[in-house]
């Protein structure tokens, strides 16, 4: 996979969603409703359709498809033996039109996307182990803009694409190999269920969850998760998440409907309680200064290489949200509304989070 591709796929998709999040900014959410809701009924798919995990052909990444995105290194990075770490790597959503309410498996459009994505966030993590990344009938895009039988059905459908993956991937690595989970959006709120249905498997293994791009209330839905936030830069067994914003920050678009609603444990949620944890530092307080982050993943004028540039972009957790700060170099020319950097959430701290997964591997083998 070309780092061509991945560039002009950043500021491809950023448009894209930019232009549907000014839609909901300025009216309301109906404009985009109207376009990107699927027409029709959820209906659901015969059980034979689903991926067969058992074949290499549902997979975006394993260890035996050569040349496969997860191995992607930005020009200049050191290439070192991988550890000893199973990843688990889940991408957010790629699937864009209205037809469906889940993606095709082999849609052409959104598997190029999820080949890009698993590109710019799973590569963070091989250094710390090999990477199974699955190809999943993701909830389309409308399924999020409202709520409904019909877009639970599809989220569910989803998530048990993901969970069969997951169980194939237990299958194939070894018993106590250590694992590290990853994804981004719609693979976050995967990474949710995951986490909480699997928990007892994953107790004595898991280096770290990375749970970025979707909230997590500290009081409301950790506790049932099994594992606690990460609080220090050599813990192990831990969740990390955050959301990227300018500062100043303005949140309502992406928490405003989830405020309130009703958390893994039955309690409400509340937009005070959401977790964050710096992946620069590794611990939910505490300040890093630009100099800190070892490597923002950015294009260059030209958009036929991408590079990393070191202590560019700072960042502290404040009310639950990650606000960056310092000199941000271009990566597209566009963040979400509310200084919303989402779409950057990995680019932004890609070598703080290769140094943080292969820190946290090292304490799980002490």
């Keep these: 996979m070309c780092a061509r591709r991945f560039l002009i796929f950043v500021t491809f998709l950023t448009l894209l969603v930019v232009g549907a999040a000014f839609a909901i900014y300025q009216f309301g959410g109906s404009v985009l ?10 209906a659901a798919p015969a059980p034979s359709s689903g991926p067969d995990y058992a074949k290499a052909e549902s997979w975006i990444a394993r260890p035996d498809i050569p040349h496969n995105a997860a191995g992607w290194l930005p020009p200049g990075t050191p290439v070192a033996e991988p550890g000893e770490a199973a990843v688990f790597y889940v991408h957010p959503t790629t699937y864009l039109k209205g037809d469906h309410w889940n993606a095709p498996l082999y849609e052409r459009d959104s598997g190029w996307r999820d080949q890009l994505f698993t590109q710019s966030q799973a590569s963070a993590f091989n250094g710390a182990g090999a990477t199974w990344a699955p190809r999943y009938r993701q909830a389309a895009y409308g399924a999020f803009l409202l709520e ?4 639970q059905k599809a989220l569910d459908l989803a998530y048990g694409d993901v969970s069969a993956a997951f169980d194939e991937f237990l299958n194939r690595v070894g018993a106590d190999q250590p694992i590290i989970l990853a994804g981004h959006s719609q693979g976050a709120l995967h990474l949710i269920r995951l986490l909480q249905q699997h928990k007892a498997v994953l107790q004595k293994r898991l280096v770290a969850a990375y749970v ?6 500290i009081r409301a839905d950790l506790p049932a998760l099994g594992f606690p936030a990460c609080t220090a830069a050599d ?3 831990c969740i990390l998440s955050w959301m990227s914003f300018g500062d100043p920050p303005n949140a309502n678009f992406i928490v405003g409907d989830w405020q309130g609603t009703k958390g893994l444990n039955g309690g409400k949620r509340n937009r005070e309680q959401i977790l964050c944890v710096n992946p620069i530092t590794g611990t939910e307080s505490g300040s890093a200064p630009p ?7 950015v294009p260059n004028g030209d958009f036929s290489n991408g590079t990393l540039v070191a202590g560019s972009v700072g960042a502290r957790c404040e009310k639950g949200l990650l606000l960056v700060d310092g000199n941000l170099p271009s990566l597209g020319g566009f963040a979400l509304p509310g200084n919303n950097y989402h779409v950057y959430d990995y680019a932004l701290f890609w070598a703080a989070i290769r140094r943080d997964a292969e820190r946290r591997l090292a304490a799980w083998k002490r």
């Design 33 to 42: 409703r109207h376009q990107y809701t699927p027409q029709g009924h959820f």
């Design 148 to 151: 409904s039988d019909d877009a």
């Design 212 to 217: 970025v791009g979707w909230p997590i209330d």
């Design 235 to 237: 813990q192990s067994g």
């Design 291 to 297: 100099a800190a982050n070892p490597g923002t993943l």
